[in-house]
């Protein structure tokens, strides 16, 4: 995974929990806690995951409540600096998420190991999309916070539901 992931989470955890809370993180997942990760670093998944746990276990959160807290930050603070030509041309957050397959293939495309997540479409209805997750990480839960971070973004009400393993149905309203 690449170090934009965490540098995003410490960015949450600082603004909203302190330094003091990113640093007994870091200590929990077995580093000095002044460790610093590149946004352009490949990081191994498995410390990326190790922080994740770290993160829950010190804030006392389930996995879905740090996964729907980055998920918003990500959206709302952190992509649209980084990443600021993806959100310009989209109005909607239907239009967003329809577009995040050529985004991640636009974004990684000079990524050494980039291995970002696919997405497939059906849209049974002008208010219905349901997408469907690939990814060989299986991070439904940050999957699931990030369209509720993009509904925040665009200021839409959007009801989510999980339907299957890696399957999700939105609503838009």
């Known amino acids: 995974m690449k170090g934009v992931i965490l540098d995003c989470m410490e960015k949450l955890v600082v603004e909203k929990k302190g330094k003091p809370v990113w640093e007994k993180i870091l200590v929990n997942s077995g580093f000095d806690k002044n460790k610093k990760f590149l946004i352009t670093q490949d990081i191994d998944d498995k410390i990326v995951l190790k922080i994740i746990d770290s993160t829950c276990i010190v804030l006392n959160n389930s996995l879905q409540t740090t996964a729907n807290a980055f998920g918003v930050y990500w959206m709302k603070y952190y992509a649209p600096k980084i990443y600021r030509a993806y959100f310009g041309n989209t109005k909607t957050a239907k239009d967003f998420l329809l577009k995040l397959n050529k985004t991640h293939e636009q974004v990684t495309n000079n990524i050494e190991n980039a291995r970002p ?57």
Request: charged fraction near 30%.
């Open 117 to 173: 997540p696919i997405f497939e479409y059906e849209q049974p209805d002008e208010k219905t999309l349901i997408m469907t997750y690939i990814s060989e990480r299986n991070l439904m839960e940050f999957f699931i916070g990030l369209i509720k971070g993009v509904g925040k973004y665009f200021d839409e009400e959007l009801t989510i539901e999980r339907t299957g393993g890696n399957k999700v149905k939105i609503n838009f309203s």
